[in-house]
């Protein structure tokens, strides 16, 4: 339904305060969300990284900065090895791989899983129960 609860909660999760007026108004860089809702009238469509089995922008990253977590299977970004090449970008077929700037540089930024809680904020969140978190 095009609501971009998602949007708010994985910003609000990778923002330094955790609260969603600190987070929106008073942070530098400012957060971003690695969920993104695509709307066309009244389609719309929440993007997010598909953790892909061969990952293409696990093949594209010179530094080693784009990296499989071993235990859940989920890819990474390790921003203190990211460049800021892009070539993750631009190999990505989901488009889902944006620019977030940090203290020092521009890093590779996508979802994380929201690794080390239960689900992702995204997935808990979504009143209309839209976005879902399983394996294929
Ligand atoms: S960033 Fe893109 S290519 Fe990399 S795992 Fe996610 S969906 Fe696949
Ligand atoms: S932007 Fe960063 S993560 Fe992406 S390919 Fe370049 S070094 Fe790797």
Redesign the pocket.
Known sequence: MGCRLCEVHCLVKHSKSQKIIKAYKGEWPKPQPRVIVEQEGYLSFALQ????EE????EACLTGA?HRDHETGA?LCDEEKCVGCWM?IM???????TRQLTEEKKVAS??DLCLGKELPVCVAHCPNEAIVFEEH
């Open positions: 990284c598909r953790h892909c990952a293409p922008c696990l784009m890819i993750c190999v990505c077929p989901f488009g889902v791989v996508k979802c």
